[in-house]
């Protein structure tokens, strides 16, 4: 059965988009760690010594690389990332629940506001490309 004016093309170029969209949400969350690591954006009551240096660094060098993995448009990739993207904000809320200063703070929301969409987004491609393999049923 084919629905009139839907076109396979039409789901291709929302993937498409939603692609681009993920990986400049990656680049986002890349480029808010870079901003926190030269303290432009605040952390709240974080101090050097409650992490270290390094960390924002490999966290904004993941989530740029992670951004161009997007690229490939792989499934087990995409599930990969949300995996890992679900983990860093999991970690975030566990360890920050009662620093509200830190998760309300400038780098705190910059962060998880776009690894939030970006996990929307990855989810949304893996339900997409798994759709596109479902068999279709054939109607009348």
Known sequence: MKVSGYS???A???RLTVMWVAVGLAMVAALSYMLIAWRVLGVG???????PAAIVYVCAACYFVGGLLILLQKRWLLMTGAVINALVMF???SAYTNKLDVMFSAGGLA?????????IALLYLILAEGHLHMPRLQGH
Request: charged residues 15%.
């Open 111 to 119: 962060t998880k506001a776009a690894q939030l969409l970006l996990e």
């Open 8 to 10: 396979g093309n039409h």
């Open 91 to 93: 970690f975030f809320f």
């Open 12 to 14: 291709h170029s929302n």
């Open 45 to 51: 009551s974080l101090q050097d010594s409650d992490a």
